[in-house]
């Protein structure tokens, strides 16, 4: 009996199968007041300005939304000085890193990315028939020596996620400029800035600079984080006049909402809000690396809003009893198999009770 005669239902594409689904954090726990700090989700959610925007589309859901965004778009350009021409708007960053991908990437193709860079890179790579070539990082932070020996004449791709997720490290601007310039002009560089509001360093930049002065880097950043509309789906990317104009051929026509686009020229429009959720980070993720490296922990030292937390590779001190102790207690943290990081836990930075449950909770722990 031949092939096509034993299939019994239709065929995904070639390697479709082989891709692992992204698994969020957890979001349940056991007691009766629960602390997720698995998403890295904002403490303070939305500001009073995006809600009330959002509530406002409420006698308009019938309608379609902008499809060009122009509005948002509008807002983001005047916040940073971009020209909103160069700017698209997706449903999430994540979406706009799956159309970079869908855009340039093809079987036969390579795309770069670190070690322990964010799991959606090979998702993307793999589904549009392309091969993920891994760099090793040096101390949980992307190498860009590593990155360019990955470079071959088949890459026309290399994400940098900066600052990283999972590990909160970053690249100061000359090592991102550095690895701009080993790259050849046909390959795409892409910057994912999802974190960068958080980022306090003078040697850090997120990537506007690069990409208003090359044809072949692209950034893209969130809604989801600093301005905590991650239940909205809604991010953009800055880029070259020819890279938007791939993406907006590919692109849903409505791919944001309405609700999403006025929550957002909201929230851009709220730096307040933002200031005083960057002023709560700083302080914290200082104290949450101090407090939890007094237990006898090491954390990776991060810029983000979490904290990566090693534990044990055996022993009853392990990432995974720890997970275990602390979902007992209403504390969710996220694993770390996926990104091949057995022994950790990566944790959001919470409100003051929940980031103080945390501390308790891990000294009972290791007591």
């Not at 005047?78 to 991908?101: K, M, P, T, W």
């Not at 909201?266 to 002023?279: L, M, R, Y």
């Not at 720890?322 to 694993?335: E, K, Q, S, T, V």
């Amino acid at each position: 009996m031949s092939l096509k005669q034993d299939v019994i239902h239709p065929l995904p594409k070639a390697g479709i199968l082989d891709i692992s689904p992204y698994v969020p954090g957890k979001s349940a726990a056991k007691g009766a007041k629960i602390y997720k700090l698995s998403s890295n989700e904002s403490p303070f959610g939305a500001s009073k300005q995006a809600l009330a925007a959002y509530v406002s589309k409420g006698s308009s859901l019938a309608l379609y939304p902008d499809g060009s965004a122009t509005a948002l778009r509008e807002a983001i350009a005047a916040r940073y000085g971009l020209n909103a021409a160069f700017i698209v708007c997706g449903a999430g960053s994540d979406e706009l890193l799956q159309l970079l991908a869908h855009g340039y990437l093809g079987p036969g193709d390579e795309a770069i990315y670190s070690q322990y860079g964010f799991l959606v890179y090979p998702i993307a790579i793999a589904s549009n028939g392309a091969k993920a070539v891994v760099a090793p990082e040096v101390n949980h932070t992307a190498s860009v020596d590593e990155m360019l020996k990955c470079v071959s004449p088949r890459t026309k791709m290399v994400f940098l996620a900066n600052p990283n997720n999972p590990t909160g490290t970053y690249l100061p601007f000359n090592e991102v400029k550095r690895l701009h310039e080993g790259l050849p002009k046909t390959t795409l560089l892409v910057l994912d800035a999802a974190y960068a509001e958080y980022v306090r360093r003078n040697d850090y930049e997120s990537g506007l600079e690069l990409v208003a002065t090359s044809d072949n880097v692209v950034m893209t950043r969130t809604f989801s984080k600093i301005y905590g509309l991650a239940g909205l789906r809604l991010g953009w990317a800055y880029c070259p006049a020819h890279v938007a104009d791939v993406l907006n051929r590919i692109r849903g026509p409505f791919n944001v909402s309405d609700a999403a686009l006025a929550a957002g020229v909201a929230a851009i429009g709220d730096q307040k809000f933002v200031e005083t959720a960057v002023a709560h980070n700083e302080k914290w993720l200082g104290l949450l690396t101090k407090q939890i490296e007094a237990l006898g922990l090491r954390v990776t030292p991060s810029v983000g809003n979490f904290i990566l937390i090693h534990f044990a590779s055996k022993g009853e001190k392990t990432a995974a009893r720890a997970d275990a102790y602390l979902i007992d207690h209403g504390i969710i943290l996220r694993r770390m198999e996926a990104y091949g990081l057995p022994t950790c836990l990566r944790m959001t930075v919470g409100d003051e009770e929940a980031n103080r449950a945390v501390i308790s909770a891990l000294s009972d722990f290791l007591k």
